[in-house]
């Protein structure tokens, strides 16, 4: 039916990423909003929450706004303590109330100093009109050159430095540090930076390209990838990202990650 993996692929893009995906995704979320600001919060939030079954993760996603008064960045800029008390009964499977109450702490202080978030993925400092990072030019707070986890190191070492970070909640924000395969955060990325005119991811962030993106993988995404013989490190890590989007840019140099609808729709979905 197919001539390669590669036209399998491309046509199962073609069949996934479209507008009626939305619906049944986490990214239902955020598409909610038309303010950046509340796009990346609730994309952030979705994201991190996208571990068990999809229906679950939307319903606790929208409990979340609800909470925050149907408008999440007037919340966490404005809130009063008070208001914080709706929130401590909050769960979805191990995030709980600690983690809750430490995301919209975070939020409210990054947000009084930054008009966006993806000024916390860029591990080094660039002015709001900077073109996009050249990574593979730079060395800076540490990292490499070249170095593809370097936006999500930049963001975990932001997110934990403070001195009311509680230690539980790392494991939400996961770090290449670690040899985690940072699933949920490689997705809110592609859902931020990926721009096409198809409607469904967001495209909003311009210093971070397509190109520098690593593939979301799950234990579906992995199982499909292992046989399609996209991928053959058995465990589904960090390495693991990273031979994939390594095989993946062989298909498309400049947007890799567009594979992800096609890799998740064949496991999710059951084709494969």
Not at 146 to 154: D, H, N
Not at 175 to 199: A, E, I, T
Request: some cysteine; aromatic content about 12%.
């Amino acid at each position: 039916m197919y001539d390669s993996v590669q036209e399998l692929l491309d046509r199962k893009v073609e069949q996934y990423n479209q507008p009626s995906f939305i619906e049944k995704d986490p990214i239902s979320i955020p598409h909610r909003f038309s303010r950046k600001q509340d796009i990346e919060i609730m994309g952030f939030w979705a994201a991190v929450l996208a571990w068990g079954q999809r229906p679950v993760i939307l319903k606790k996603a929208s409990e979340l706004v609800e909470l925050m008064d149907g408008a999440p960045y007037d919340f966490v800029l404005n809130h009063q303590e008070s208001d914080l008390k709706r929130f401590l009964a909050f769960k979805h499977r191990t995030f709980n109330a600690t983690d809750t109450l430490y995301f919209l702490h975070f939020f409210h202080t990054y947000y009084q100093q930054h008009e966006t978030l993806e000024d916390a993925f860029v591990p080094f400092h660039l002015s709001t009109e900077a073109g996009p990072c050249e990574l593979g030019h730079q060395e800076r707070d540490g990292f490499a050159p070249g170095s593809e986890g370097a936006f999500l190191t930049a963001f975990h070492n932001r997110f934990c430095d403070d001195p009311f970070f509680p230690e539980r909640t790392r494991k939400h924000v996961s770090s290449p540090d670690r040899n985690s395969s940072c699933k949920r955060l490689n997705m809110f990325l592609r859902w931020m930076v990926r721009h096409d005119d198809r409607g469904v991811d967001f495209g909003l962030w311009n210093r971070i390209t397509p190109a520098q993106l690593v593939i979301p993988i799950d234990v579906h995404v992995g199982r499909v990838a292992r046989k399609l013989g996209l991928l053959n490190r058995p465990q589904t890590d960090w390495k693991a990202a990273l031979e994939l989007t390594k095989t993946l840019k062989q298909f498309d140099p400049t947007d890799p990650v567009k594979y992800d609808f096609a890799l998740f729709g064949l496991g999710v979905e059951g084709e494969m």
